[in-house]
């Protein structure tokens, strides 16, 4: 058993929880870091009426030159110890200032505390898109060194459309590498079939060949680089909403090879838990670590669950009033980002200094055929005793703003919120008539036994991360 931080979900920036493990700990690491930016996310706060959507970034933040970029460089480059060092040194002079430099400092930061944690025996499987992969092939050079490099396997798969000025790009990479050279590194050959042309068969001596369905014959053979597996797509069983899901047969098949029963696997960036599924019903241990807190109930409820396994304990997120006052008072962006993940359909503003205090948003559909959207401003506060004077800015934010609606997250029930003076008008779709300012106070949430829904009555929202309307089964149930 691998204690004391294995089998536990980690809500947090992964570096800094990385920072608490041992030296040569896990056996496989699994990342799928976020490599582009995710469009879908902005667009639809373009649409919602909201004025600020230039600030509204999500994961694709680290795709951003800015001054916490700048910050992140400087150190890097004098971080002799840290081998990416020198290549991050060298794609300054390449490409800088650049949102390429952003990220590739940013993973260089992470990938160089992985190599610390990771066995000599261990591998890592980087997921990454070809945008990004010869940049970040150069990082893990440095950092895993070049003889440890073993594979660059390209995930190819058929989906949506494809342009008419190029081929259609359809396939990520994902490299993998050991830390060690010697060969010492786990590894069980995985087999796939073999076909013969012609449909003859090979009859060569001492090889077992079979016939599929439609009479071709085929042996089984090592595994090749290059693997077609199909996307999660719109009808797929697996899916369950989360915007950037990867298939669980791809993951199963690193686990299989890079790991043995009993071992301890990572996912760093674990989003909606595929890694974690497919190497827990293996019956590896596991570590998952995500900063968005849903993705991480997500997890417990839709991957292990379904497979009987316990859910894993949650680290960084608050179970009850003590701890959530504690979060507040300890990290208050970490409270505002965990507060409105408990409401289905909002989404965090990712900028959290100079944003008028808007510490999130949602996006309402006021017709059925989604286009006519409208906008909820959140604002959050941790702090104890009356909140008039917020709930007076959430309503100056909503005007000014032109948003039809205001949530107000507390720490504690507010009685006199009822008799709060405002002066916007109720939100009359069809039949029902919805409240413009409402609030929300955690103490509620955990006396009416963690139902948002039984404190807010909201209209129908879209799912922040598709703009899609939430009918999505799973990704926001209550
Ligand atoms: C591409 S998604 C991973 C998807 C995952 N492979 C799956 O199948 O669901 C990247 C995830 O990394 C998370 N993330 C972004 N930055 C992070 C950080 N610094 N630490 C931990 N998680 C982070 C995001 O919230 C997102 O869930």
């Not at 089998?7 to 699994?30: A, H, K, R, V």
């Not at 190029?166 to 079939?193: A, C, M, P």
């Not at 599924?277 to 417990?300: H, S, W, Y």
């Not at 008799?419 to 919805?434: F, S």
């Amino acid at each position: 058993m691998n204690t004391p931080f294995a089998n536990t979900l980690y809500y947090g920036d992964c570096l800094d929880i990385m920072t608490d493990f041992p030296n040569s700990y896990i056996d496989l690491i699994c990342l799928d870091p976020p490599f582009n930016s995710n469009e879908k996310y902005n667009k639809v706060f373009k649409n919602s009426g909201l004025v600020i959507d230039p600030q509204i970034k999500a994961f694709d933040d680290v795709w951003l030159w800015d001054n916490t970029s700048a910050e992140r460089v400087k150190p890097i480059k004098n971080a002799i110890a840290n081998p990416a060092s020198k290549v991050i040194a060298a794609f300054e002079g390449f490409i800088p200032q650049s949102k390429m430099l952003s990220y590739t400092s940013y993973m260089a930061e992470r990938l160089f505390m992985m190599h610390r944690i990771l066995k000599d025996t261990g591998s890592i499987y980087l997921h990454c898109d070809p945008y990004a992969s010869h940049y970040l092939k150069l990082v893990m050079d440095a950092i895993f060194g070049e003889k440890n490099f073993r594979n660059e396997i390209v995930w190819s798969y058929r989906s949506g459309g494809v342009s008419k000025n190029w081929f259609g790009r359809k396939h990520d990479i994902l490299f993998f590498y050991s830390k060690d050279h010697r060969n010492r590194h786990t590894f069980n050959v995985q087999k796939e079939r073999s076909y013969n042309r012609n449909f003859k068969p090979y009859r060569f001596q001492g090889i077992t060949e079979f016939q599929d369905a439609q009479g071709r014959w085929y042996t089984m053979a090592s595994m090749r680089d290059v693997w077609e597996i199909d996307m999660v797509g719109r009808t797929s069983k697996e899916r369950l909403g989360y915007p950037t899901q990867k298939p669980l047969a791809l993951y199963e098949r690193i686990i299989k090879a890079s790991s043995n029963p009993g071992d301890l696997v990572l996912d760093p960036f674990a989003g909606c838990g595929t890694t974690i599924e497919a190497a827990a019903k293996n019956g590896r241990d596991v570590i998952g670590i995500d900063i968005l807190p849903f993705a991480l109930r997500l997890i417990n409820r839709y991957r292990l669950a379904p497979n009987g396994i316990t859910p894993l304990p949650i680290k960084g997120v608050p179970v009850d009033m003590d701890t959530a006052r504690q979060l507040a008072k300890t990290s208050p962006f970490k409270f505002q980002d965990w507060a409105i993940s408990l409401i289905d359909g909002l989404a965090s503003n990712p900028q959290k200094v100079g944003d008028d205090g808007i510490d999130g948003f949602g996006v309402f559909l006021n017709t059925p055929d989604n286009m006519d959207r409208k906008a909820i401003i959140v604002q959050v506060t941790g702090a104890s005793g009356s909140q008039k004077a917020k709930f007076d800015r959430l309503h100056a934010n909503i005007r000014n703003e032109n948003a039809a609606m205001g949530i107000l997250i507390t720490l504690d029930a507010q009685p006199a919120q009822r008799n709060w003076k405002h002066t916007l008008a109720p939100i009359r779709m069809g039949e029902t008539t919805y409240a413009p300012l409402q609030c929300f106070s955690i103490a509620e949430y955990y006396r009416d036994k963690e139902r948002w829904d039984r404190i807010l009555t909201l209209p129908p929202l879209a799912n922040p991360w598709t703009g899609k309307h939430m009918q999505q089964k799973i990704l926001f149930e209550a």
